[in-house]
T-cell receptor
Framework: GENVEQHPSTLSVQEGDSAVIKCTYS??????FPWYKQELGKRPQLIID?????GEKKDQRIAVTLNKTAKHFSLHITETQPEDSAVYFC???????????FGQGTRLTINP | DAGVTQSPTHLIKTRGQQVTLRCSPI?????VSWYQQVLGQGPQFIFQ???????GRGNFPDRFSARQFPNYSSELNVNALLLGDSALYLC??????????FGSGTRLTVV
């Protein structure tokens, strides 16, 4: 079955700097890759996603890139702000499987 | 428009007991999935239901069961609770894979 590896497990950056979180997946049939942000004690919330027919997608300060050949995808956050501090999860899904497979999560801390 | 609602929000049970968790999906969403999130880890898939039928099952023991009702709400049942079942149980509803929305979860503590 699908397996998703996420790195790093913790990331600390200065406010205003960029943060990058990387994930790799094992099943080449995976074709949808969402990213979720989870604040302490709250539910995971979708922040951006990308389909396998697209190489990059951007939404304001957040962008996701996908390399299908290498089977990895990355989350990029620019001009980080204190409210970006949270745990971020990548996930992958095979079309039709309806089962999200999550990475282990990255705890992002933005230092003022 | 209400999001995904789950009840109860918190629950404390003793080992060996049984628990039922409830979920109401977003209006119009026919698919409900259940995930277990142990502290410090990513959510793990338990079940997916669509139109009252089980469409997927994760690697969980038979102590875990679920069902979906005609109004698309769902229940997750866990029998013979173990300490290791302590976790945040998340319900997610979707129309298609790209519209998956999570509820706030039920935090289950087994003592």
């Amino acid at each position: 079955g699908e397996n998703v590896e996420q790195h790093p497990s913790t990331l600390s950056v200065q406010e205003g700097d960029s943060a990058v979180i990387k994930c790799t997946y094992s099943d080449s049939a995976s074709n949808y890759f969402p990213w979720y942000k989870q604040e302490l004690g709250k539910r995971p919330q979708l922040i951006i996603d990308i389909r396998s027919n697209v190489g990059e997608k951007k939404d304001q300060r957040i962008a996701v890139t996908l390399n299908k050949t290498a089977k990895h995808f990355s989350l990029h956050i620019t001009e980080t702000q204190p409210e970006d501090s949270a745990v971020y999860f990548c996930a992958a899904i095979i079309q039709g499987a309806q089962k999200l497979v999550f990475g282990q999560g990255t705890r992002l801390t933005i230092n003022p | 428009d209400a999001g995904v609602t789950q009840s109860p929000t918190h629950l404390i049970k003793t080992r060996g007991q049984q628990v039922t968790l409830r979920c109401s999906p977003i209006s119009g969403h026919k698919s409900v999935s259940w995930y277990q999130q142990v502290l410090g880890q990513g959510p793990q898939f338990i079940f997916q239901y669509y139109e009252k039928e089980e469409r997927g099952r994760g690697n969980f023991p038979d102590r875990f069961s679920a069902r979906q009702f005609p109004n698309y709400s769902s229940e997750l049942n866990v029998n013979a609770l173990l300490l290791g079942d302590s976790a945040l149980y998340l319900c997610a509803s979707s129309q298609g894979v790209t519209s998956t929305t999570f509820g706030s979860g039920t935090r289950l503590t087994v003592v």
